[in-house]
């Protein structure tokens, strides 16, 4: 299974965009890259994957690198409602549901 | 559309009781998986139901089980429940294995 490695923190001030790294060097060609987080005591939320391609939504943006061994997630304007935990995930390949969270990167958005 | 509902959302047990918990789908949702998380081991997984069959199966031992009825949704059962089980217990849905999942607010489980 591809690992992922992330910052265990980060501080980011409110309206400046939050850039989140991670790095997956083993992901495998058909391995996609997830992004989901949690704010205290909630459950994870959905935020953003993608395979090779650069992809936005209304959440954020995920920028992953050509040889896709690492990606960064963007959120373009941070509030004080983004501190949470972010996870980098590689969804493991013949287990589609299974998702492996790992430490995550606390993130904190100061006003 | 109703997100994922899992009930209850707090529950006290005493120490080799056993405890069932429910998880209700996104509605058109056929896949279901449950997740534990505690403060030392994180979010681990635990299974994932599609077409009221288990896929997918974590370490855990055999004192976890669940099931999924045929309008997909969850319950999870823990037998014989030791202190450790004490965790939050996450149940995620998505429309088809392999595809986005959503999780619910997740039922606290404390084992006295």
């Known amino acids: 299974d591809a690992k992922t490695t992330q910052p265990p923190s980060m501080d980011c001030a409110e309206g400046r965009a939050a850039n989140l790294p991670c790095n997956h060097s083993t992901i495998s060609g058909n391995e996609y890259v997830y992004w989901y987080r949690q704010i205290h005591s909630q459950g994870p939320q959905y935020i953003i994957h993608g395979l090779k391609n650069n992809e936005t939504n209304e959440m954020a943006s995920l920028i992953i690198t050509e040889d896709r061994k690492s990606s960064t997630l963007i959120l373009p304007h941070a509030t004080l409602r983004d501190t949470a935990v972010y996870y980098c995930?590689?969804?493991?390949?013949?287990?589609?549901?299974?998702?492996?969270f790992g430490a995550g990167t606390q993130v904190v958005v100061t006003p | 559309k109703a997100g994922v509902t899992q009930t209850p959302r707090y529950l006290i047990k005493t120490r080799g009781q056993q405890v069932t918990l429910s998880c209700s789908p996104i509605?058109?949702?056929?896949?279901v998986s449950w997740y534990q998380q505690t403060p030392g081991q994180g979010l681990q997984f635990l299974f994932e139901?599609?077409?009221?069959?288990?896929?997918n199966k974590g370490n855990f031992p055999g004192r976890f089980s669940g099931r999924q009825f045929s309008n997909s949704r969850s319950e999870m059962n823990v037998s014989t429940l030791e202190l450790g089980d004490s965790a939050l217990y996450l149940c995620?849905?998505?429309?088809?294995?392999?595809?986005?999942?959503?999780f619910g607010p997740g039922t606290r489980l404390t084992v006295t």
């Open positions: 995930i590689v969804r493991v390949e013949d287990s589609w549901g299974k998702l492996q």
């Open positions: 995620a849905s998505s429309v088809e294995q392999g595809y986005e999942q959503y």
């Open positions: 509605s058109g949702h056929r896949s």
């Open positions: 139901y599609f077409s009221e069959t288990q896929r």
